[in-house]
C-alpha cells in the first residue's frame, strides 16, 4: 500500500518569503512522487514529477522539489512566494516503472500569500 | 489547456436519483481515472478504466459504476445518491503502454450536491 502525509492543512508567507510544504511518502516499491496544485473551482494542475531519474525536480511557476529516500520525503519549495502561489496543493505517490498509474493523494496544503 | 473535458460542470440531484457524469479524455490516451474530492479533502481514487475494462478500484460502494467507450471516453454512474455523495468528482485521462506510462492529467470537475 502506498500512501503520502502532509504536514499542515495551511501554511502562511508573506510576498517573496520562502514556500516550503512538506510531503512524507511511505510504499513498499519504488515510487513514483508527484505535486499537483488546484486553484479554487479548478481540476489539478500537474507542477512537477519524481520517476527516479534526478532527486531535485524542477517544476512549473519556480516550484522544485527533493526526493530523500533516507527521510521518505518529497518536499515543495519555492524561493520567493507570489500571489498568485495561493491555492491548495496536493502530494501524490504511485507505484513506480511497471505499475499502472493511479496516484493516492494527501490531503492537500492550503498556500496563503500574504501582501 | 489538458484536453480533459467534463460535463456538466454541476448538477444538484436529490437523494435517492441516480447521476451519469462524462468524461473526454486526452488525445492519444487510454486510460482514465476517477476521483471523489469532499469538500477539504484530497482527491479519493474510485476506480480506473484501461481499454474499456476496470483495472483499479478503491474503497467505493458497487453503486459507483463506470464505462469506458472504445473512443476512451468515459462515464461514472451513480445510484441510490446519498448527501455525502455531494463532491467534486474529477476525471483524470493517462496514456499506460507497454514501456511507458504517462502522469496524469486531470479534467475541470463536476460539482455534484446532493440535496
Known amino acids: 500500500a502506498q500512501s503520502v502525509t502532509q504536514l499542515g492543512s495551511h501554511v502562511s508567507v508573506s510576498e517573496g518569503a520562502l514556500v516550503l510544504l512538506r510531503c512524507n511518502y511511505s510504499s513498499s516499491v519504488p515510487p513514483y512522487l508527484f505535486w499537483y496544485v488546484q486553484y479554487p473551482n479548478q481540476g489539478l494542475q500537474l507542477l512537477l514529477k519524481?520517476?527516479?531519474?534526478?532527486?531535485l525536480v524542477k517544476g512549473i511557476n519556480g516550484f522544485e522539489a527533493e526526493f530523500k529516500k533516507s527521510e521518505t520525503s518529497f518536499h515543495l519549495t519555492k524561493p520567493s512566494a507570489h500571489m498568485s502561489d495561493a491555492a491548495e496543493y496536493f502530494c501524490a505517490v504511485s507505484k513506480g516503472a511497471g505499475g499502472s498509474y493511479i496516484p493516492t493523494f494527501g490531503r492537500g496544503t492550503s498556500l496563503i500569500v500574504h501582501p | 489547456e489538458t484536453g480533459v473535458t467534463q460535463s456538466p460542470t454541476h448538477l444538484i440531484k436529490t437523494r435517492g436519483q441516480q447521476v451519469t457524469l462524462r468524461c473526454s479524455s486526452q488525445?492519444?490516451?487510454?486510460?482514465v481515472s476517477w476521483y471523489q474530492q469532499a469538500l477539504g479533502q484530497g482527491p479519493q481514487f474510485i476506480f480506473q478504466y484501461y481499454r474499456e475494462e476496470e483495472n483499479g478500484r478503491g474503497n467505493f460502494p458497487p453503486r459507483f459504476s463506470g464505462l469506458q467507450f472504445p473512443n476512451y471516453s468515459s462515464e461514472l454512474n451513480v445510484n441510490a445518491l446519498e448527501l455525502d455523495d455531494s463532491a467534486l468528482y474529477l476525471c483524470?485521462?493517462?496514456?499506460?503502454?507497454?514501456?511507458?506510462?504517462?502522469?496524469?492529467?486531470f479534467g475541470q470537475g463536476t460539482r455534484l450536491t446532493v440535496v
Open positions: 488525445s492519444g490516451h487510454n486510460t
Open positions: 519524481y520517476t527516479s531519474a534526478a532527486t
Open positions: 483524470a485521462s493517462s496514456f499506460q503502454g507497454a514501456r511507458m506510462n504517462t502522469e496524469a492529467f
